[in-house]
C-alpha cells in the first residue's frame, strides 16, 4: 500500500505544483490555495491513467478529498 501511498503524492504533487502535499499529507489543499476545480479534474484523471483507478468527479465531497491523505486512503481503497 505504501507504494500506492507514494504514486498518488507524486501525482498530487505534479497537479499542485508543490512538494508540500508530499512533506506535509495532512495539509488543506483547498484551504492553502493548493488546488481547484481544474486541479481536481487534472488529478481524476492523472489517477485513471496512471493507476487505473476511477473516481467519479460526484462520487466524494471536496471535504472527503481536501488533504493528500484522504485522496489517498481512497486510491488505496480501490487498489
Known amino acids: 500500500m505504501e507504494n500506492i ?3 498518488v503524492l507524486a501525482i498530487l504533487a ?3 505544483g508543490d512538494e508540500v502535499v508530499i ?3 495532512d495539509i488543506n489543499i483547498v484551504d492553502e490555495g493548493l488546488i481547484d476545480s481544474f486541479g481536481y479534474m487534472e488529478l481524476l484523471v492523472s489517477l ?5 483507478v476511477v473516481i467519479a468527479p ?3 465531497t471536496r471535504e472527503e478529498m481536501d488533504t493528500p491523505s484522504k ?3 481512497i486510491v488505496e ?3
Open 23 to 25: 512533506e506535509e499529507p
Open 48 to 52: 485513471e491513467s496512471e493507476l487505473g
Open 14 to 16: 505534479e497537479v499542485c
Open 5 to 7: 501511498r507514494e504514486k
Open 77 to 79: 481503497g480501490k487498489c
Open 58 to 60: 460526484t462520487e466524494y
Open 71 to 73: 485522496i489517498a486512503s
